[in-house]
């Protein structure tokens, strides 16, 4: 199975600044990888699939990129809403694996 | 409107069975993989099943391979999780989700999902 690490398993930030999580496959998986944002008892939506592609209505602030085998969420200026949870996700092979997730919080 | 809706979800004994549903509508469903994932109770995500449009492939984390079973009705719109002898790890919450690959050709993605249905596994 591919592994997903996702890294910081918790970040906390002020609005404004620029935010980065990163997410490490186990194995080569292409640009087969997808971010999601979850808040508090609401289901996962996406925002960036295909590694780097904004899904629609998302906020032009958040980007991903990927170099090799490493993936990262950018968000440019942080905004209140978007305390929650962001996980990496990929669908280059079953299991589709995602990582832990990282818990962001507005200082 | 495009809408998934669990239900099904209850307080179960271990050993016991349940059956999961996803109502799907505002989308073409028979067109379209989908999906079930789970989050236990202040943990991550969990990908379960995936079904294929025609159910002609089936595919399961190993945690729950000969216990739960995957189906779908593509003349009811509907998507179904049978987990059998459940045990306390299997709760969690249960999402649908449908697949989707869009015009990308790096796809799937889950979008969207469902509001999910909670699974108590618990004497």
């Known amino acids: 199975d591919i592994q997903m690490t996702q890294s910081p398993s918790s970040l906390s930030a002020s609005v404004g600044d620029r935010v980065t999580i990163t997410c490490r496959a186990s194995q080569s998986i292409g640009n087969y990888l997808n971010w999601y944002q979850q808040k508090p008892r609401r289901a996962p939506k996406v925002l960036i699939y295909?590694?780097?592609s904004l899904q629609g209505g998302v906020p032009s602030r958040f980007s991903g990129r990927r170099s090799g085998t490493d993936f990262t969420l950018t968000i440019s200026s942080l905004q209140p809403e978007d305390s929650a949870t962001y996980y990496c996700?990929?669908?280059?092979?079953?299991?589709?694996?995602f990582g832990q997730g990282t818990n962001l919080e507005i200082k | 409107e495009v809408q998934l809706v669990e239900s099904g979800g209850s307080l179960v004994q271990p050993g016991g069975s349940l059956r999961l549903s996803c109502a799907v509508s505002?989308?073409?469903?028979?067109?379209?993989?989908m999906a079930w994932v789970r989050q236990a109770p202040g943990k991550g995500l969990e990908w379960v099943a995936t079904i294929k449009h025609d159910e002609s492939e089936k595919y399961y984390v190993d945690s729950v391979k000969g216990r739960f079973t995957i189906s779908r009705d593509n003349a009811k719109n509907s998507l179904y999780l049978q987990l059998n002898s459940l045990r306390a790890e299997d709760t969690a919450v249960y999402y649908c989700?449908?697949?989707?690959?869009?015009?990308?050709?790096?796809?799937?993605?889950?979008?969207?999902w469902g509001q999910g249905t909670l699974v108590t596994v618990s004497s």
């Open positions: 295909g590694a780097s």
């Open positions: 996700q990929q669908s280059y092979s079953n299991p589709y694996t």
């Open positions: 989700a449908s697949l989707e690959y869009g015009t990308s050709p790096w796809g799937p993605w889950f979008d969207p």
């Open positions: 505002g989308f073409t469903f028979s067109d379209f993989w």
